[in-house]
Nanobody
Framework: VQLQAYGGGLVQAGGSLRLSCAAS????????MGWFRQAPGKEREFVAG????????YYTESVKGRFTISRDNAKNTMYLQMNYLTPEDTAVYYC???????????????????WGQGTLVTVSS
């Protein structure tokens, strides 16, 4: 599967953005999907993810209550709605997908073989 992430930009603290991740192929629903981010000088970290069915969602603690992950299997697209953004959310955001990720691996970037190109989110104070 090929992934393309978009929707990043510059936003003031407290603002919102919605990221999208468009996937090619007809088996989108078979993939575990996730959003990761990498801030300058830091390692890539898990942000949010979906189980293969989409029935379960996972978030890193720092975004709970602010970010919402969703997916539209009919459109082969995953979204990340980000509200109440802070400067600490500034990073390049990547979407990832893999058919073979199990639940315990959803937060591990090394478990995903397919990655989008990343979209930059900059939050100004």
């Amino acid at each position: 599967v090929q992934l393309q992430a978009y929707g990043g930009g510059l936003v003031q603290a407290g603002g919102s953005l919605r990221l999208s991740c468009a996937a090619s192929g007809r088996t989108f629903s078979r993939y575990v999907m996730g959003w990761f981010r990498q801030a300058p000088g830091k390692e890539r970290e898990f942000v949010a993810g979906f189980s293969r069915s989409g029935g379960a969602t996972y978030y890193t603690e720092s975004v709970k209550g602010r970010f919402t992950i969703s997916r539209d299997n009919a459109k082969n697209t995953m979204y990340l709605q980000m509200n109440y953004l802070t400067p600490e959310d500034t990073a390049v955001y990547y979407c990832a997908a893999d058919q073979n990720v199990i639940q315990s691996q959803i937060r591990d970037s090394a478990s995903y073989k397919n990655w989008g190109q990343g979209t930059l989110v900059t939050v100004s104070s």
